[in-house]
C-alpha cells in the first residue's frame, strides 16, 4: 500500500509538473493568447516535406499588415533552436516563421534539385525556396519589410537568398556566421547586420590573434559595409563596432550595414540574454517595429525585455516529467504480474573491497577515461582503428564523432574489466550470473528472458515517448534545452533507429560490466538502489560535466578555446558535451537501476539502449535512410 501510495504521489507529481511545462511552454510561445502559431508541412518543387512553425500575431491582417521575419537554424540543429528569437519578435508584432532544413527535424531529404545552389549566390536554400513561396502570399505580411536571419550555416543559406531576392528583402542579419557571399557580387542591395559574439568557437577557431576581432576586419566584410570595390583591401578603413554605416546600393536606394559584438559564445546564442537582446535591437531598431521603450540606441539594449526564459523553463520542466514518468513505470512494471519473471536472485558482490587502492583506481579510470578520451575518439571519424567506418553512418552532424568516442572508450573499458576479471573477480566468484548475464534462475539461457527484457524496456521508453507525443501535440514543438533536442521519430527514420540501436550496444554493456569492479550491486532495497544509482551516473558523466564547465568558463572568460578542442572542428564537440551528458547520464541511471532491480544486466541494457537510440535519432541530420 505505502509503494503503491508512493507511485501514486510521484505520478500525480509528475503530470503536474508536465501540464505545468506546456503552460509555460504554450503560454510563452503565444504570448499569453496573442500569437497565434501554426504547424505547417509545406511541399518544395520536387514534392519533398519542408516542416515549419509559423508564428502570427493576432492582430495582423490585411488591413493590419506586419513585419515579417524568417529565421534558418544552425547546422544539424533544428527549428526550436530559433524559439528565442521567434517568441520575442513575435510578441513585438512580427509573422515569423521557423523551419527545419530539409534532412533535418521533420523535414524530408531532397530528392531534387529546388533547394540546391541556385541563383547569383550559388549558395543551397535548404527549404528557403519554399518557405519563401508560401509566406510572400501571406495578405498580412508587410512585403516592404521582409526580414531574413541565420544561425551558424542558417546564415550562409539566408545570405544567400537575400543576394538572390535583393528587391524582396529588406534585413539580412547573420548570426555567428562570416559569410557573405562570393567575393565577386558587388551589389548587396538590402541592409545588413552582422552579429558575432566574442566568444564565439567557431570563429575563434578560425580567428586572426586568437580574438574575433579580426572577423570584422576581413577584406569582404569591409567593402560590404563601405560598398567600396576598387579601394586596395590594405587601404579600408577599419571596421567600428555598433556604428550604423550608410552605403547607396546600384538601385540608387540608400542602406545600413551594421557590426555587434555581443558577450555570447556560438553555440549558446539562442539560450544568451545578451545575443537575444542584440538580435532583438538590430531588427527592431532597423524595421522601426517593436523597439522597447527608452531604448534609442545599442548602448541602451540592456533595457530590453525578454520572456523566452519561461519557455526554456517549461523545456527543463518537460524533460524532467518524461524521465520521471519513465521511472516511475519502471518501478511499477518490476512488481507487475506480467514482468514478475524479470527478477532474479540476488547477485553476489564481487567487486574490489570498498576503499582499497584497486577500488580507487578502478573508480579513478571509470571517472576519467570518458573525458580522457572524448577528443582523441573524435578524431577517426572516417577510419576507427584504420577500418573505413563512414560508410556506416546514416546521420550527419555529431553523431558519428560520438560513436568512435564510444567505441573507443567501450574497448578501453572491456580491457579494464577483462584485466579485473581475471586478477581479482574470478578469484571472488566472478562469473557470467555474477556480472548479470543470466537470463534464468533454474536454467541456462532463455530467450524468453530476453524477449521480456526487451518488452519492458519499451514499455518504458514507451512511457517517455509517450509523453514527449502528447507535448507535441499541445505545443507544436519539440525539446530544446541548450544544445540537447528530442522529438519523435518519423517512420522514414525507422531504419535509423534500428541501426543506431545496434551501434549504442558495445558502449552501455561495456560501461555496466566495468562497473563492476566497484562491486555497485543491489540488495533489493530502495535505499542501496538510489544510492547505487547516483554512484554510477556520477562516474557516468562527472568527468564529462566537468571538462564542459571547463571549456564554457575559458571560452566566456578569457574568449579562448581549450587546445584539445581546437585542432580540426573537435570546438563543435567541446559545446556537443552537453546533449551527451544529457542522453548518456539519463541512459545509465535507467540502465543500473532497472539492472539492479532485475539482478540481470539485460531489462537495464534495452531499457538504455532505446533511450540513447531515441535521442540519437529524433532530431540529427540525415544523410540517408536506408543503405
Known amino acids: 500500500m505505502k509503494k503503491h501510495s508512493t507511485l501514486s504521489i510521484a505520478a500525480l507529481v509528475t503530470v503536474v509538473v508536465f501540464a505545468l511545462s506546456l503552460v509555460l511552454i504554450i503560454g510563452t510561445s503565444t504570448n499569453w493568447g496573442k500569437v497565434e502559431i501554426t504547424d505547417l508541412n509545406l511541399v518544395t518543387a520536387d514534392g519533398d516535406k519542408i516542416h515549419a512553425l509559423l508564428y502570427k500575431p493576432k492582430a495582423a491582417s490585411a488591413e493590419n499588415k506586419v513585419p515579417m521575419a524568417i529565421l534558418a537554424h544552425g547546422g544539424s540543429d533544428m527549428l526550436e533552436q530559433s524559439s528565442s528569437y521567434a517568441i520575442e519578435l513575435s510578441r513585438r508584432g512580427y509573422a515569423v516563421i521557423t523551419y527545419d532544413y530539409m534532412a533535418q527535424g521533420w523535414s524530408d531529404l531532397p530528392t ?43 546564415g550562409m543559406h539566408t545570405i544567400g537568398f537575400a543576394i538572390d531576392h535583393q528587391d524582396e528583402i529588406f534585413l539580412q542579419v547573420n548570426l555567428g556566421m562570416n559569410m557573405y557571399g562570393p567575393a565577386s557580387i558587388e551589389e548587396h542591395n538590402f541592409n545588413f547586420v552582422n552579429i558575432l559574439g566574442d566568444s564565439d568557437e567557431s570563429a575563434l577557431a578560425r580567428a586572426v590573434g586568437d580574438t574575433n576581432w579580426s ?17 586596395p583591401a590594405d587601404e579600408l578603413p577599419e571596421l567600428i563596432l555598433d556604428k550604423v554605416y550608410t552605403v547607396t546600393g546600384t538601385d540608387g536606394k540608400t542602406y545600413t550595414r551594421t557590426g555587434y559584438m555581443p558577450d555570447s559564445c556560438h553555440a549558446y546564442y539562442l539560450v544568451d540574454q545578451d545575443a537575444v537582446k542584440t538580435v532583438v535591437y538590430a531588427i527592431t531598431s532597423q524595421v522601426g517595429v517593436g523597439l522597447d521603450k527608452g531604448v534609442n540606441s545599442y548602448s541602451d539594449y540592456a533595457k530590453i525585455s525578454t520572456v523566452w526564459q519561461w519557455h526554456d523553463i517549461g523545456y527543463f520542466l518537460e524533460l524532467a516529467a518524461i524521465i520521471s514518468v519513465m521511472a516511475i513505470v519502471a518501478i511499477a512494471l518490476v512488481k507487475a504480474k506480467a514482468f514478475a519473471g524479470l527478477q532474479l536472485r540476488p547477485l553476489e558482490n ?25 577528443t582523441t575518439g573524435q578524431l577517426p571519424q572516417e577510419k576507427f582503428l584504420g577500418i573505413p567506418v563512414s560508410g556506416l553512418w546514416l546521420l550527419d552532424g555529431n553523431v558519428s564523432a560520438w560513436l568512435c568516442w ?37 536454467k541456462g539461457f532463455d530467450f ?106 575559458v571560452l566566456n572568460v578569457n574568449n579562448m578555446i581549450l587546445p584539445m578542442f581546437k585542432v580540426h572542428r573537435l570546438y563543435i564537440l567541446g559545446v556537443g558535451l552537453i546533449p551527451m551528458v544529457i542522453g548518456i547520464g539519463v541512459g545509465n541511471a535507467l540502465n543500473v537501476f532497472v539492472s539492479q532491480k532485475a539482478n540481470s544486466i539485460w531489462p537495464g541494457l534495452f531499457t538504455a539502449l532505446l533511450w540513447g537510440t531515441w535521442t540519437i535519432a529524433a532530431t540529427t541530420a540525415v544523410l540517408k535512410y536506408v543503405y
Not at 132 to 148: A, C, E, L, P, S
Not at 350 to 374: D, E, F, N, R, T
Open 112 to 154: 531534387g534539385s529546388s533547394e540546391d545552389n541556385s541563383g547569383i549566390s550559388g549558395y543551397g536554400k535548404r527549404g528557403l525556396n519554399t518557405i519563401w513561396n508560401t509566406v510572400k502570399f501571406f495578405n498580412y505580411i508587410d512585403t516592404d519589410h521582409i526580414v531574413t536571419m541565420g544561425h551558424s550555416g542558417g
Open 215 to 231: 572577423h570584422f576586419q576581413v577584406e569582404q566584410l569591409k567593402r560590404i559595409f563601405f560598398n567600396d570595390y576598387t579601394t
Open 350 to 374: 564481487v567487486g574490489y573491497k570498498k576503499g582499497s587502492w584497486q577500488w580507487i583506481i578502478a573508480l579513478a579510470l571509470l571517472v576519467i577515461l570518458p573525458p580522457a578520451l572524448y
Open 406 to 442: 564510444q567505441w573507443l572508450l567501450s574497448l578501453v573499458l572491456i580491457a579494464l574489466f577483462l584485466v579485473y576479471h581475471f586478477t581479482y573477480g574470478k578469484k571472488h566468484g566472478g562469473n557470467a550470473r555474477n556480472y548479470g548475464f543470466a537470463t534464468s534462475d533454474t
Open 448 to 553: 524468453k528472458y530476453i524477449l521480456l527484457s526487451l518488452a519492458y524496456g519499451v514499455i518504458v521508453v514507451g512511457s517517455g515517448y509517450a509523453m514527449m507525443a502528447i507535448g507535441t501535440h499541445f505545443t507544436q514543438q519539440g525539446l530544446h534545452i541548450m544544445t540537447f533536442m528530442i522529438r519523435t521519430i518519423p517512420a522514414n527514420r525507422s531504419f535509423i533507429f534500428f541501426m543506431y540501436f545496434l551501434f549504442l550496444i558495445p558502449y552501455f554493456l561495456s560501461s555496466t560490466l566495468a562497473a563492476r569492479s566497484l562491486g555497485l550491486v543491489g540488495d533489493g532495497t530502495t535505499k542501496t538502489t538510489v544510492k547505487n544509482v547516483s554512484i554510477f551516473t556520477a562516474i557516468a558523466i562527472g568527468g564529462l560535466l566537468v571538462l564542459w564547465l571547463v571549456f564554457v568558463i
